[in-house]
């Protein structure tokens, strides 16, 4: 049996691919790194819902009054602007995400977001809106029903609310229009973006694209790109190329770093997150201030006044703890140490500082 050249050599990429020894903790590329072409473009527009149950937006809307006016005006339909009720109308703005290979006649899905005083979309329906680029060009048309997963209930003294009733989703709501301009098949170079910047990462990724198209294609140009040549035999037809470079598994090395979020007392901590040997004592000093007034009663027939005087509680209490020796060599043995001690998260958060201050943390403290 003869095999064309082109597809000889993507069946000897998939064998080699196969063959290729699993790593331990090994991931796809595709899963790390995206690809110079294949992205998706926003797209933006402003509208109008209709058909809303009195919760749309009020009189002093003036930009929902200007739009009902020109819309019905653009109908035939002379209206005089001081005699619309836009109650049952809210302005929106239109996003959706388009893919760089949606064609026309492509569906995509539409997010609208209330741009008025609107209290509910639930129930509204999305005139015709046209979706732009950033160039300005009209790439998508949407309209139709919304889907709205809250909603908000409101009476004289109470009100009761879930989620957020002023944004709401059309599935398959724009219909693509324009093409983006741009063949993917006539690139003679790719280009490997990482989504986490790290030379070693970069550099294993080019030796694993190397090793399976059999040459030096692959060359990493910092810490988080990697360009490939087109092989000859892909050219025009970078698809099988594709398809085989995505799925190969690398193992990523990235640097130690320890997370904070400060805002919910979350902390999490790499696993390459190594700890000197350092004391640690971690206390808390508690002072509870109390006020309160007496009342000084005079004695019977005494000359005396009825006073207030005033009185002060202080209790001081300081919570104790030994002074524990952390030392971890691993992550688990650092998560152990700071657990010995009985630290909360909101503690580890104070602890991984100090320890960073005193040179005792490898690794980088981001607090988000």
Do not use: C, W
């Amino acid at each position: 049996m003869n095999l064309h050249p082109a597809r000889l050599v993507s069946v000897l990429l998939a064998l080699l691919v196969l063959a290729l020894p699993g790593r331990a903790e090994a991931v796809r590329i595709k899963d790390i790194a995206t690809f110079s072409g294949v992205r998706d473009n926003q797209l933006i527009g402003y509208g109008l819902v209709v058909g809303l149950a009195g919760t749309g937006d009020k009189k002093n809307s003036v930009f929902t009054l200007s739009s009902m006016k020109n819309m019905m005006d653009r109908m035939g339909v002379g209206v005089d602007a001081d005699a619309l009720k836009i109650k049952n109308v809210a302005s929106v703005m239109v996003t959706a995400r388009m893919p760089v290979s949606a064609k026309p006649g492509t569906r995509l899905d539409v997010t609208v977001s209330s741009v008025g005083d609107a209290t509910s979309l639930l129930g509204g329906v999305l005139l015709q809106t046209a979706l732009k680029g950033v160039d300005g060009k009209i790439y998508s048309l949407a309209q139709g029903p919304l889907a709205v997963g809250g909603f908000s209930i409101s009476g004289v003294a109470s009100r009761a609310a879930q989620n957020i009733p002023t944004v709401g989703t059309i599935p398959g709501g724009a219909i693509v229009e324009r093409a983006i301009p741009f063949e993917f098949n006539q690139q003679d170079k790719l280009t490997l973006n990482m989504r986490m910047a790290d030379f070693s990462t970069a550099q294993q990724i080019a030796e694993r694209l190397n090793e399976a198209m059999g040459g030096p294609f692959a060359n990493a140009q910092d810490a988080s790109s990697v360009v490939v040549n087109i092989p000859p035999q892909y050219r025009s037809n970078l698809v099988p190329l594709m398809a085989s470079v995505e799925n190969l598994e690398i193992s990523p090395d990235v640097a130690a770093k320890v997370v904070v979020d400060e805002k919910t007392g979350t902390v999490v901590l790499g696993r390459d997150v190594r700890i000197s040997q350092a004391a640690v004592a971690h206390g808390n000093l508690q002072i509870v201030v109390r006020e309160s007034e007496q009342v000084s009663q005079p004695g019977p027939f005494s000359a005396g006044q009825t006073v207030v005087t005033p009185g002060t509680d202080i209790n001081v209490r300081v919570e104790n703890r030994r002074l524990m020796m952390v030392e971890g060599a691993t992550l688990q043995e650092l998560v152990d140490g700071l657990n010995a001690i009985g630290a909360s998260p909101r503690d580890l958060i104070s602890i991984l500082r100090t320890l960073q201050a005193s040179g005792s943390l490898h690794a980088s403290l981001e607090v988000i």
